[in-house]
């Protein structure tokens, strides 16, 4: 399994950004897909899910400025960041895991059975 990040940067605050995640190397029915971020000295945190269906879960720190999406035929993972902030400065990780269909898609989901990309920046500044 690859998973390819892109779309980080620096920001000042109250802009926007859209990282991507491009991934490869499985074939799933379903799958779990999602962002974490983790800032230095600070436990990784799981900012967003989506499942196959769409269906989609947030961290309440991003609920109302974050929109995870995903495109199927296309494996490929985004999330619409706007309303930035200082504390959203982070490294930005995406997964993916396989998951069943009595399973609920979610960041301890994948944070137990994810694979992960190498992460982006991403750096709010005021």
């Known amino acids: 399994v690859q998973l390819v990040e892109s779309g980080g940067g620096s920001v000042q605050a109250g802009g926007s950004l859209r990282p991507s995640c491009a991934a490869s190397?499985?074939?799933?029915?379903?799958?779990?897909m999602g962002w974490f971020r983790q800032a230095p000295g600070k436990e990784r945190e799981g900012v967003a899910s989506?499942?196959?269906?769409?269906?989609?879960d947030y961290g309440e720190s991003v609920k109302g400025r974050f929109t995870i999406s995903r495109d199927n035929a296309k494996n490929s993972l985004y999330l619409q960041m706007n309303s930035l902030k200082l504390e959203d400065t982070a490294m930005y990780y995406c997964?993916?895991?396989?998951?069943?269909?009595?399973?609920?898609?979610?960041?301890?989901?994948?944070?137990?059975?994810?694979?992960w990309g190498q992460g982006i920046q991403v750096t709010v500044s005021s």
């Open positions: 989506i499942d196959s269906d769409g269906s989609t």
């Open positions: 997964a993916v895991a396989q998951i069943a269909d009595d399973t609920y898609c979610s960041g301890a989901y994948l944070g137990a059975f994810g694979h």
């Open positions: 190397g499985y074939t799933y029915r379903r799958s779990c």
